[in-house]
């Protein structure tokens, strides 16, 4: 509230009281306001002629008397609060605790008539003792215009609390409710009749509280807005009326009363909050697909086991990591749908065989991990492994198109015991995969229980694939270029060939790291990085040699089955603004034999969005094409297979090269022959016919910097 004429124009007592070492005396005198000079026990000790006059008295008749036997028995209280207040504070600026103090009080005269006074209590210490002087001021109306103030007030508390959805409730000390605003029955169900003069703790469960109700206590005397060391808010469990128990969140702030202090809660039903909060956790902890837990899960129930173990040396489980053998090939020839439902239906085959506290996760792809926390020996996770082979080997069964398919896949697993083979999670999440890669490397669809002398090549295969996870990030791989010379010689153009130097194993041969890439789906990501870079090369070289000189690029088979393809290949195009007769395009025979309708139709559609690409297959004779699909496939080269060049001059070899040089001439597609390596290789008669030639007779491949060297040779 704020303080009325009476208090703005007594500058003068504050002034004077907090002008230290002046009398008592000398302050009654010299204040124009009744005042009164009380004790800390409430024994008057002195009193001006001003308040004399008011009150009806004379000095002598109320000098050394009880202040207390002279007003009303409802003033007692909140006049020794008051003081209580001022023998506590430190008496150094009485105006910054002026301000907050003005009340209402009615004094009888000598008659005993009743008097209101608007009053203050302030704050004096001297030498010997702590008291205080009690200021009144006769309010204008008897009283009326302060009164009307106080009903304004609370007239515009009430409409304030009315206005808001959180509901409001006043509490006394002894935790009884003094005020409830009607939001209060869509939090708690009941109405402000029904929680008003009624115990606060019938809004919430008898044992929440019972456990609450110190830290309630606090926020009477606390200020949660300035006191660093309190919360702003509280969240606990409420109970409504008709709902039962439900999470309700509550602010504090207190006040003084006229004889107590009070508490004001303002609370929140938060169960849509907590409930969009579990949700939004859960969509964070679990995969989309399966429902199953994700890294992040995994990655917190490890942390936890080892927690526990700590404390509980006992304990012994099991880490299983699973990876699907045949699953890209499902994709691969079924879809993307086929292949997520297949996961999906491993996911619940999974579930019914693992007991409820056997945790399943899945990683992404076709990589499921399961953890288990109790084992009691090493066989029983030997019995949960075959029963998992068991279970993946039944067949799966898929409609599509109106037919049934019947897919058939297997599972390589991995085992490492806890705390055996590691007691942190990235050493146990190592030695898991690890046992995998050893049962891939050692047939697939079986299990290995991880040691130290696990094999050469399934370690190198796991160091493989974790580091093309992070390859390109760290700017690991780069890009050689051999060239493609025509039969005089001269240079036609080059193949753009990925290399990776691994940071710990050094140069790696793309024979060891593509087909682990194209298991893990990585060659998507490393295809497009291939493409956009030799394409900005071709261009580069082109206009600092001033040559026109083509670039053939390898597309694997997953690439050209990405949906998103297209979209890169002509980002990739725009971007470099290459001729479109200085793009080649090599595919495997693997992709037409797959799908080859599919084939059919996909490189149709590239050769109509760029008109003057090139289609290459490369490997030709590897894969028995068949005749029927090669004619209707807009193919423009074939690359014979360097198996063939490497076995000339024999003379089954002649044949069949005869035959692909014939094959390739009837259906004007142009010849590469690769893997030359001599002169006799180049001049054999059977590749007389070949337009291109490629291979180290002509050049190594050659990074970017010694190509440049080359042309300028």
């Not at 489980?317 to 999906?344: E, M, R």
């Not at 090139?614 to 094409?625: A, E, L, M, N, P």
């Not at 002169?679 to 491949?701: D, H, I, T």
Request: neutral net charge; hydrophobic residues 35%.
């Amino acid at each position: 509230m704020a303080p009325s004429k009476n208090m703005k124009k007594n500058k003068g007592l504050l002034s004077v009281v907090e002008a230290m070492g002046i009398s008592t005396e000398l302050i009654l005198n010299n204040t124009v306001d009744p005042v009164l000079h009380i004790s800390s026990n409430g024994t008057i000790l002195g009193i001006n002629p001003i308040a004399t006059v008011s009150l009806g008295y004379k000095k002598n008749e109320l000098m050394g008397k009880d202040l207390f036997s002279l007003i009303p028995d409802e003033y007692k209280t909140l006049i020794v609060n008051r003081m209580c207040c001022t023998n506590d504070y430190t008496i150094n600026k009485p105006s910054e605790y002026f301000r907050e103090e003005l009340f209402l009080l009615r004094f009888p005269d000598r008659q005993g008539v009743l008097r209101t006074f608007e009053a203050i209590i302030i704050p004096y210490k001297d030498e010997s003792d702590t008291s205080c002087f009690l200021n009144l001021w006769k309010p204008k109306s008897g009283g009326k215009e302060l009164a009307t103030q106080l009903k304004e007030v609370l007239s515009n508390y009430e409409a304030l609390t009315e206005t808001i959805t959180e509901a409001v409730i006043m509490v006394d000390e002894s935790f009884k409710i003094l005020y409830a605003n009607s939001s209060c029955v869509r939090v708690f169900g009941y109405t402000k009749s029904e929680l008003i003069n009624s115990p606060f703790a019938m809004l919430f469960p008898e044992e929440v509280f019972s456990r609450y109700i110190g830290e309630f206590r606090k926020y009477f005397y606390m200020d949660s807005q300035n006191d660093q060391d309190i919360k702003k808010e509280m969240e606990l469990l409420g109970r409504n009326k008709n709902r039962g128990v439900s999470p309700i969140e509550i602010s504090f702030g207190n006040s003084r009363e006229l004889d107590q202090r009070t508490l004001i809660c303002i609370i929140r039903d938060i169960s849509q909050r907590k409930n969009v909060e579990r949700k939004l956790r859960y969509l964070a902890y679990h995969d989309k697909l399966t429902d199953l837990g994700n890294r992040d899960l995994f990655n917190t129930d490890v942390e936890n086991f080892f927690n526990i173990y700590k404390t509980h040396q006992q304990l012994c489980g099991a880490l299983l990591f699973l990876d699907l053998d045949g699953f890209k090939q499902v994709n691969d020839t079924l879809g993307h749908p086929a292949g997520d439902k297949l996961l999906i239906s491993t996911a619940k085959r999974l579930r019914s065989l693992m007991r409820e506290t056997d945790m399943i996760y899945r990683f992404g792809g076709d990589e499921f991990v399961i953890l288990i926390s109790k084992l009691s020996k090493q066989s029983d996770v030997e019995i949960i492994c075959t029963k998992i082979l068991r279970v993946i080997q039944r067949p799966y069964n898929f409609d599509k198109v109106g037919h049934s398919h019947k897919v058939n896949i297997g599972v390589s697993i991995g085992v490492a015991l806890l705390p055996e083979h590691g007691r942190d999670r990235e050493t146990i999440t190592r030695h898991a995969d690890l046992a995998m890669y050893s049962s891939k490397e050692g047939g697939k669809n079986r299990y290995t229980i991880f040691s130290d002398d696990l094999t050469l090549s399934a370690q190198n295969k796991w160091i493989i694939d974790q580091g093309l996870k992070t390859a390109l990030v760290n700017q690991e791989m780069f890009l050689m270029y051999q060239p493609i010379v025509n039969r005089d010689g001269s240079l036609a153009g080059v193949e753009a060939l990925i290399r990776w130097n691994h940071p710990e194993q050094g140069l790696i041969s793309p024979d060891d790291f593509i087909p682990s890439a194209e298991e893990s789906g990585v060659i998507n990501s490393l295809g497009q990085w291939v493409l956009e870079h030799a394409l900005m090369d071709i261009i580069e070289i082109n206009k600092t040699a001033n040559l026109d000189l083509f670039v053939s690029v390898n597309v694997s088979t997953r690439q050209l089955n990405a949906l998103d393809f297209p979209e890169i290949l002509d980002r990739a195009i725009k971007r470099s603004a290459i001729k479109m007769k200085d793009l080649r395009l090599e595919l495997t025979e693997s992709f037409l034999l797959t799908s080859p309708e599919k084939a059919i139709l996909t490189l149709t559609r590239l050769k109509e969005d760029h008109p003057g690409i090139k289609i290459v297959i490369d490997d030709f004779g590897k894969g028995y094409s068949s005749l029927h699909y090669l004619s209707r496939l807009p193919v423009d080269c074939i690359k014979i297979d360097r198996s063939f060049i490497k076995v000339i001059p024999d003379s089954n070899n002649r044949k069949i090269i005869n035959s692909i040089m014939n094959l390739a001439t009837s259906m004007n597609m142009e010849i590469v022959a690769e893997g030359i390596e001599t002169e006799e290789q180049q001049n054999y008669p059977s590749l007389e016919k070949c337009q291109y030639f490629q291979g180290y007779l002509f050049s190594k491949p050659l990074t970017y910097k010694d190509l440049m060297n080359y042309l300028k040779d």
